[in-house]
């Protein structure tokens, strides 16, 4: 019985796509299964678990979790399972977009195709959500059972609450309460949080058991944000403020603290001179030294979201270039009509500034390089999908940039697969992702090349399986299709 649903489903799956009814927005998710036994037979295997490529390897999953894995001339394949071939091709796991945003606009028509498509298209098979957008936040939660159900695609989804943004936050302890009795999995706090409320939040944090990663804020700086015990920071790039001389006492708004650290920054960095000529190294090689023993003893890992720079220098300097790039026709119009005529929010931010803009994606650089080299565990994260950083396309990018920076691919590639569950464990007590192990969640990419010697082979994928349910590249294509 069970063999002939399976038989009907591949069927429905199969008229589906030839109808052309499976593009996006017009899917039916319920094709996709994750019933029953898959065998991926004579893979080269990398599970991350070490820094090796085991050959002609069979990997069984049962449902949504790996069950067996061994020689292909061992492992035994029960009688109904589907079979993929992967001769010739690499399995590893699915790679987590660490700090990203989803929006309830994404319901609504105002992406060309589901965003939550483009990161399975990619092989990111789990998103961590760094603060929902839209009316009632409770939509990244409800999307998270509808892909466990089946009745959605899209990645695994762990998501923060309401973001802790500005000060005087009122009733921070209350905030934090209603972002944990809601479900969400961490919280979230922002740049303009006052040393007082910032305190409130992380007591009550605390006191719920509930994981606590954001922002440093200026008026707290990161010796104040470890002796408050946050347990992650959103981004490598929060690290160039303690490069900046400034007063935290300062009571000030959103604008002026631009302003004021804008001003300092200027003031005290030889721009002019550029980052190599400047010696900013050498001036701030103590502080770089202390930054790493704080976190070395806080034990706090970072999000790259490395690429953010790299498509703000793209907007500054190659937009044409950018423009022409075939991911960005995913990008919503409105959001591209303000790129071309000059009124993006990184495009204004920079205007008159753009070289300062440059000399801080040097220092971002510098800051990952000596964090990786120092050992300071890294989060794989892009910050897609705003401000024209593309989901899924995304995390292919930010890992070459991790590469450009030191990283070996191997090294690149466990940011965002062991270092992405040893915090979710963190955060929500299973972390059952990563490696490609008996017991796993079966989230795996099927790679047409190499990983571990060109990170670029993971853009080339043969499909991609998320919780068990297998897509195929035709499939895949098929669901991102934009006519
Ligand atoms: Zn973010």
Redesign the pocket.
């Known amino acids: 019985m069970k063999r002939i649903l399976r038989t009907i489903t591949w069927l429905c799956l199969l008229l589906a796509m030839l109808s052309g009814c499976m593009v996006a927005g017009g899917h039916d998710p319920e094709q996709v299964s994750n019933v029953g036994y898959t065998a991926f037979i004579h893979v080269n295997l990398i599970p991350m678990t070490a820094e090796v490529v085991i050959a002609d390897q069979t990997v069984l999953i049962d449902g949504k979790k790996i069950v067996a894995i061994g020689p292909s001339s061992e492992v035994s394949i029960p009688e109904n399972a589907t079979v993929i071939d992967g001769e010739g091709a690499y399995l590893m796991p699915g790679l987590a977009d660490m700090?990203m945003?989803t929006n309830q606009d994404w319901d609504s028509g105002v992406w060309p195709v589901s965003p939550l498509a483009l990161y399975l298209a990619n092989g990111v098979t789990t998103i961590r959500d760094?603060?929902p957008t839209g009316r009632d936040l409770t939509y990244a939660l409800r999307w998270r059972e509808q892909i466990e159900a089946g009745t959605r695609i899209g990645p695994t989804i762990y998501a923060s609450g309401k973001i802790l943004f500005v000060s005087p936050l009122g009733d921070p302890q209350g905030l934090v309460r209603e972002n944990h009795e809601l479900g969400f999995d961490f919280l979230k706090l922002y740049s303009y949080l006052s040393p007082e409320d910032f305190h409130e939040a992380l007591i009550t944090a605390k006191e719920l058991g509930m994981y606590s990663a954001g922002h440093i804020p200026f008026a707290v700086g990161l010796e104040g944000v470890l002796a408050e015990d946050m347990n992650e920071i959103?981004h490598v790039e929060e690290l160039l403020f303690e490069f900046i001389e400034f007063d935290k006492g300062k009571k000030l708004d959103i604008d002026e603290w631009w302003a004021y650290l804008k001003g300092s920054a200027l003031e005290q960095f030889e721009i002019s001179a550029g980052f190599e000529g400047s010696g900013f190294e050498h001036q701030h090689a103590g502080t770089m030294a202390r930054i790493i023993e704080q976190l070395h003893s806080a034990g706090a890992p970072l999000c790259t979201t490395m690429v953010v720079d790299d498509v703000v220098q793209q907007k500054l300097f190659e937009l044409d270039a950018f423009l022409a790039r075939p991911e960005i026709g995913y990008i919503p119009t409105a959001y591209l009509d303000l790129l071309r005529q000059g009124e993006e929010k990184h495009q204004l931010q920079c205007k008159g500034i753009e070289d300062l803009c440059a000399f801080k994606y040097d220092i971002d650089r510098w800051v990952l390089t000596e964090l990786h080299q120092a050992g300071v565990p890294l989060l794989l994260g892009t910050?897609s999908a705003i401000l024209a950083v593309v989901p899924g396309f995304s995390i292919h990018d930010e890992l070459r940039i991790l590469v450009e920076n030191g990283f070996t691919p191997y090294e690149a590639i466990k940011t965002g697969t062991v270092n992405a569950s040893v915090v979710v464990e963190k955060m929500v007590g299973e972390g059952d992702f990563g490696t490609i192990e008996a017991g796993k969640r079966a989230d795996l990419l099927l790679v047409n090349g190499n990983p571990l010697e060109d990170i670029g082979a993971i853009r080339d994928l043969k499909g991609v399986m998320a919780a068990g349910r297998w897509y195929s590249r035709e499939l895949l294509d098929q669901l991102i299709a934009t006519d």
């Open positions: 700090h945003h760094f603060g959103a910050d």
